[in-house]
T-cell receptor
Framework: AQSVAQPEDQVNVAEGNPLTVKCTYSVSGNPYLFWYVQYPNRGLQFLLKYITGDNLVKGSYGFEAEFNKSQTSFHLKKPSALVSDSALYFCAVRDWGINKFYFGSGTKLNVKP | NAGVTQTPKFQVLKTGQSMTLQCAQDMNHNSMYWYRQDPGMGLRLIYYSASEGTTDKGEVPNGYNVSRLNKREFSLRLESAAPSQTSVYFC?????????????FGSGTRLTVV
């Protein structure tokens, strides 16, 4: 069965420090992986995706994610966190031939000044 | 601005009442989706429409019905609301119902059933 796990409900980081939001996945075929961000009272916004190619994917707002097939992970990273990065982050996987996304439970990122 | 528009933004219903959540997109996308978001559970797919004229059940379809009125509009109906349907509902659209295409989300409808 397809699934996505975000093991941390919350991540706390000081502004200027690097951040990592973790995601692991389980799919039966080739994974198509996405990260979305949700600001309060807003819909989800697309950050980046991995389809194929380079394992390091760069996205919006300075975020990047590293695809690791052997560890079935797709962790979201940013070298220097901003207070404005504070939001809810969702990892999602779209399986080959399956017309559905599977979302993780979300990780709340708190960046403190 | 182009995107996905949901109405209403907020709604309070009494148990047993019915209502329809409206969703429209102006990006000429083929696929549309309804999700509900509950704390600690992420987003769960209720129904989706891969293309105009088709609809399919997702993970949690019970208590809901949908209509793909045309290519732009995809509505979600609660026939007899229950407190368990208190949630935030998101509509999304995708250019294609295929692997490499992401979603564009609406801003959500916050529904409370008392």
């Amino acid at each position: 069965a397809q699934s996505v796990a975000q093991p941390e409900d919350q991540v706390n980081v000081a502004e200027g420090n690097p951040l990592t939001v973790k995601c692991t996945y389980s799919v039966s075929g080739n994974p198509y992986l996405f990260w979305y961000v949700q600001y309060p009272n807003r819909g989800l916004q697309f950050l980046l995706k991995y389809i194929t190619g380079d394992n390091l994917v760069k996205g919006s707002y300075g975020f990047e994610a590293e695809f690791n097939k052997s560890q079935t992970s797709f962790h979201l990273k940013k070298p220097s966190a901003l207070v404005s990065d504070s939001a809810l982050y969702f990892c999602a996987v779209r399986d080959w031939g399956i017309n559905k996304f599977y979302f993780g439970s979300g990780t709340k990122l708190n960046v403190k000044p | 601005n182009a995107g996905v528009t949901q109405t209403p933004k907020f709604q309070v219903l009494k148990t047993g009442q019915s209502m329809t959540l409206q969703c429209a997109q102006d990006m000429n996308h083929n696929s549309m989706y309804w999700y509900r978001q509950d704390p600690g559970m992420g987003l769960r797919l209720i129904y989706y429409s891969a293309s105009e004229g088709t609809t399919d059940k997702g993970e949690v379809p019970n208590g809901y019905n949908v209509s793909r009125l045309n290519k732009r509009e995809f509505s979600l109906r609660l026939e007899s609301a229950a407190p368990s349907q208190t949630s935030v509902y998101f509509c999304a659209s995708s250019e294609e119902a295929r692997e490499g295409y992401g979603y564009t989300f609406g801003s959500g409808t916050r529904l409370t059933v008392v």
